[in-house]
Nanobody
Framework: QVQLVESGGGLVQAGGSLRLSCAASGRTYNIYHMGWFRQAPGKEREFVAA????????YYADSVKGRFTISRDNAKNTVYLQMNSLKPEDTAVYYC??????????????????WGQGTQVTVSS
């Protein structure tokens, strides 16, 4: 099993920045890929970004390209989501996810069996 704990959410004005962290524990040697998803009120959970635990280019949703950056620190078993130029439409609960599967669709929720509890991000206009 893998446990994930997010932190770093909060309230920020439009145009501001936040950095989310996701600390993994447990059988972290099983992790192959990690991702960030978000869910706004009344909407379905959607893909934000994903990164390989061992290297390779990250993936981003079109809505966050150029504004968000996903990164990882393998020594700390932590993945980050740096969010810049935030917009009110970025308001959501942000979830970290992990998978041991390789060669999967990393933009799909179905790929990830491990999830954090979520952290709220609110962007005011």
């Amino acid at each position: 099993q893998v446990q994930l704990v997010e932190s770093g959410g909060g309230l920020v004005q439009a145009g501001g920045s936040l950095r989310l962290s996701c600390a993994a524990s447990g059988r972290t040697y099983n992790i192959y890929h990690m991702g960030w998803f978000r869910q706004a009120p009344g909407k379905e959970r959607e893909f934000v970004a994903a990164i390989s635990w061992s290297g390779g280019s990250p993936y981003y949703a079109d809505s966050v390209k150029g504004r968000f950056t996903i990164s990882r620190d393998n020594a700390k078993n932590t993945v980050y989501l740096q969010m810049n130029s935030l917009k009110p439409e970025d308001t959501a609960v942000y979830y970290c996810a992990a998978t041991a599967r390789s060669g999967s669709d990393y933009t799909s929720m179905l790929t990830y069996p491990y999830w954090g509890q979520g952290t709220q991000v609110t962007v005011s206009s």
